[in-house]
C-alpha cells in the first residue's frame, strides 16, 4: 500500500497517523465492507453492519495501515509481546515497535512486515549500531 502524501509526524520525529487517506481511502473501504457485509481487512463475513470489523485484531491491523498507535499495538500483538532480537518476553509499557529497514533507508513507515517488537536495551544497541554504520557510509562530519 503506497502511503499518501499527507503524514502527521510528532515533535520527536514519529509517524503518527496518514491521515488524508484515513478521511478518504479509509472511509470508503469501511463503508464497502459494511454493504458487503465482509471485514474491511480479512473480508470474512460480519454478523452485522454495525462495525466493518470481524475482530479486535482486524480492526488494529486495519487502522494500523493509517495510524502509527495503531500498528503499534498489532505488532506487539502480532509478536506476543516478545522482543524479537532477544527473545524475551515483557510487559507492553517495556518494548517499542522498531522499523526493521529504517524508513531514512527507504523502509516502509506502516507496512507491518517492515516492523517488529523489541525490548529497550536492543533497541537501544540496534539503534547506535545502525548511527555507527551510517556515520561510516557518510564519512566523518565536519567539525566546527
Known sequence: MAAP????????GRL???SA???SDGVRRRAEARRDRRCVECQRPLPTRRTPYCSRAC???????YFWEAARTYVMYR????CRLCGTRRRARELEVDHITEIGDGGAAL????????CRPCHRR????SRRLR???TGPSPSP
Not at 502524501?5 to 520527536?12: H, Y
Open 5 to 12: 502524501a499527507s503524514v502527521t509526524v510528532a515533535p520527536n
Open 16 to 18: 503518527l497517523r496518514l
Open 21 to 23: 487517506a484515513w478521511f
Open 59 to 65: 480492526r488494529w491491523k486495519f487502522q494500523g495501515h
Open 79 to 82: 509478536d506476543r509481546y516478545t
Open 111 to 118: 507496512e507491518y512486515s517492515n516492523l517488529q517488537t523489541v
Open 126 to 129: 540496534k539503534s547506535a549500531e
Open 135 to 137: 556515520r561510516a557510509r
